[in-house]
């Protein structure tokens, strides 16, 4: 069973900054799709943006390009999100997602594994 850890999680004032970190205690493949997504209280859950660990290959949700990177360590079994230029609307519980073994990647994915969720927080 892949069991995925958040961390980075916080409160900041709109205009900040965040880095966001998922551990994966084991990829089962080199052919994985990591995501990050998010839920606002009363609102459903959504994805913010998915890496492919076998190419590097991204992907976003329009309300945040520009201003957040998802990005891996694979030796670390790691995802980032780094996440700049807060609003208050990017508050809410951020999950990290996994899919292992799949030759594609995408924000649509069944995904099998998740995390706890870490809060994020941001203030006008």
């Known amino acids: 069973q892949v069991q995925l850890v958040e961390s980075g999680g916080g409160s900041v004032q709109a205009g900040g900054s965040l880095r966001l970190s998922c551990a994966a205690s084991e990829y089962t493949s080199s052919r994985n799709c990591l995501a990050w997504f998010r839920q606002a209280p009363g609102k459903e859950r959504e994805g913010v943006a998915a890496?492919?660990?076998?190419?590097?290959?991204?992907y976003y949700t329009d309300p945040v390009k520009g201003r957040f990177t998802i990005s891996q360590d694979n030796a670390k079994n790691t995802v980032y999100l780094q996440m700049n230029n807060l609003k208050p609307e990017d508050t809410g519980m951020y999950y990290c997602a996994a899919r292992m073994d799949i030759w594609y990647c995408s924000l649509h994915l069944e995904f099998v594994y998740w995390g706890q969720g870490t809060q994020v927080t941001v203030s006008s």
């Open positions: 890496i492919y660990t076998g190419g590097d290959t991204t």
